[in-house]
């Protein structure tokens, strides 16, 4: 069952040292995650705006063509950071995260998938904003279905979800 691979996911703010975690945001403030397994597969993250209902993909990185993110065992990563990556390659491609409060604070969501099995991103779409670059998506309803069909085709993928907040400064 899903429940036997035991993954660890953090998130962490302004930092991508463990002692950064943290569930509570200010306007601005940086994003990371911290993530382990202890078996080979695959990864996926995505940014819930529970405001304007889009599903927003943090990773795959939106200039990575191949549409999914392979994660080995027993290793400790931290994504969105170019100091933690692996290859000069990835540093070439990783999107930083800053996260945006709106007018008041709000309650956003963190969307972490994995499985063994290898499985690509959600269809998505570029976003064009005046305000913020931000990266590509879809309505969350859209990635409900779709995570749902994955779910149905794959029993060993696992979600995860964080619920975090954001503060205007």
């Known amino acids: 069952t899903s429940n036997a691979i035991d993954l660890k996911v953090t998130i962490l703010r302004n ?3 463990f002692r950064h975690e943290s569930l509570e945001f200010n306007d601005g403030d940086q994003l990371f995650v911290g993530i382990k397994t202890p078996v080979n597969g695959y990864i996926a993250i995505y940014y819930i705006d529970k405001e304007t209902e889009d599903a927003f993909c943090l990773l795959p990185y939106s200039s990575d063509s191949d549409g999914q993110v392979a994660i080995a065992a027993n290793h400790e990563y931290v994504v969105f950071s170019p100091d933690m990556c692996a290859s000069p390659q990835e540093r070439a491609i990783v999107d930083e995260i800053l996260l945006p409060a709106g007018n008041e ?65």
């Open 105 to 169: 604070k709000k309650i956003d969501e963190i969307v972490v998938i994995f499985s063994n099995h290898s499985f690509f991103k959600a269809l998505d779409n570029e976003y064009i904003s005046k305000e913020h670059q931000l990266p590509r998506g879809l309505k969350t309803k859209e990635f409900n279905e779709w995570l749902n069909r994955c779910r149905s085709k794959d029993k060993d993928m696992i979600t995860i979800r964080k619920h975090i907040s954001i503060a205007k400064k």
């Open 15 to 17: 930092g991508t040292d």
